[in-house]
DNA sequence: CCAAAAGTGTTAGCGCTACACCCATGA
DNA sequence: TCATGGGTGTAGCGCTAACACTTTTGG
């Protein structure tokens, strides 16, 4: 036996979802969609499984190719098979989702490859069910944020209490109590403190801190539940 | 343009992991595989996807042709794709998991279908990365009923609070006091008592409960933290 | 010296955990 | 009547949320 016969073949593709975030606010990364139908339109990041790579490589070789990005954050995040969803032929797609830092890349992902960042409120439209990817993704990150300790993988190595908090704030949508909020985090032990200062954001300047990795992977699994309003936030 | 020229096509599956509960243990659903390769192993429930149909409607319509089940909660798992994953042909395979009551069924399954139904300690070998797919489940299920009354889909719509327990110990393998159990479920107010008693588990009989529906939907977002054990919990 | 952001402590209330005894009934 | 499982109440503790003032420093 060498083949499954009379079962029919489908087009495989991956779509990557890449947050970012600037300190001000969280954004995603599109970029214009390079062949037909719909080119010239914004687009996730896509392109189809080849024979010989698993999916984790399909969208680790996509992301690199579009965007330059590597050894990001990046987790599989649902699979989208409509039989309608891409007009030209029947095309089902593995979504991924990646954290980055906006800063970091931001210099290469404009200059070398166009692609933009958009904030969560201005995104153009984007192609195919693409829309309803990013939806679902930004409910998994909350969901997730809400127990894990993933945020961390939107900010620099150095950071800060304030900036960690903004992003917290901007991602559940929601203002947080800057005293509880360092004791929480600080509660963790996740964080080490600095002998250095962003000053920045302000005349004082703010503490920078950065993580330890030894706890980081140690506590992954019980972060602290930070659900501020478990209504707003979905099922996976 | 028709079709995008140049890309490969591959086959896609659907594999399903059935989840039942029969008051006593959490078990899985198997089926002896009915072609080649690995005819006649243990597999679980698992077909291609059909040129015109989306990914939900194959794994309801494969649930069906193998176990007769229907209407049953089935929600998307993860996504297999290791090129080398299927001995055969490369296959890529979208998980589902189902959550069913085992009694309702129990007759219907065996007698015309031939599944067979295993404790999670005592599961035969499985096909391929089957083994995997049902390690990441349970990991999903343990995860989602922990903020989510997901588990009320393995019970009959009459239930008692100690087979409710008894369920919730199973799936978090560990022990629960009864006072506090029951404080917490009837204060979720998703729980309506009824006057009947179930007299099979004991002498003088416990209550029927059953689910407050409209409750059920409005809380399904916020249930009870249920996470005994945190660290034994892995993420999605 | 003033504006703007960083940093820090206390208290009250709520929720969770721990814990033990009585009830109903079939055998 | 006794063994078995069902059902219930309370007290102490820990965690969380609410809340305001001082510090620093660039302009």
Redesign the pocket.
Known sequence: MQKYSKQTRLLLAVDCIVFGFDGEALKILLIKRGFQPEKGNWSLMGGFVQPDESLDQASNRILKELTGLEGVYLEQLHTFGDPQRDPIERTVSVAYFALIDINKYKKQISDDYHAEWFTMKRTPKVIFDQQEMVELAKKRIRYKAAMHPILFELLPSKF???QLQNLYENVFNTAI????F???VLATGLLIKLNEKD?A???????YYQLNMHNYYSKFQAF??FIPNPDSISAS
């Open positions: 800060t209490i304030p109590d800057k005293r509880n360092s004791k929480r000053k954001g302000s005349k004082r300047g703010a503490y602290m539940n």
